[in-house]
């Protein structure tokens, strides 16, 4: 139960933040995040210290900040941002646009699924093997991901830039 609800806090202030920064506005969620710490740090002495529990007083302090201020941060883009207000009459749903974007999406889940279960299986496999196997495997998997990660930086700027006509 912490755990889902710490998701969901946690889940619907990064979303709200997204969103705020990709508008122009990148001070608000600065401040909401000042807010949650700060919140969380009195919520933590007061579990703690007033109320006298241990971990599980920080979690729910800190679940708590969490939820308050993913709810700030919402309520302040309702009243802030006209766009973001949606009424009973835009809630309808377009088939074609559901259509496209299942053809795209379920693909792609079904290949991370499979990419997934692929990793947990030769994960599974390597474990059994010993320590030096698995020191060895993670040593590779850094290796590989270091090669991505250098793809990555240098692909950008040596794709060739779109003329004007």
Known sequence: MVRKSARVGLFVYNGAAAVLRAVGDSRT??????????????LDLLFVIG???????VAIATIMAQIISAVLCIIYM??????????K??????????EMISKIGLPMGLQSLLISVGEMVVSGVVNTF???LLRLTQQASGSSNLQHLLIL??????QPLPHKT
């Open 29 to 42: 969620p600065l401040h909401f995040l000042i807010l949650f710490s700060v919140l969380n740090v009195v």
């Open 78 to 87: 309702y009243k802030k941002f006209y766009n973001f207000r949606v009424s």
């Open 89 to 98: 009459s835009e809630w309808h749903r377009h088939w074609g646009n559901i």
């Open 130 to 132: 010993g320590t030096m």
């Open 51 to 57: 109320f006298g529990l241990d971990v599980t007083g």
């Open 153 to 158: 930086i240098w692909r950008k700027p040596l």
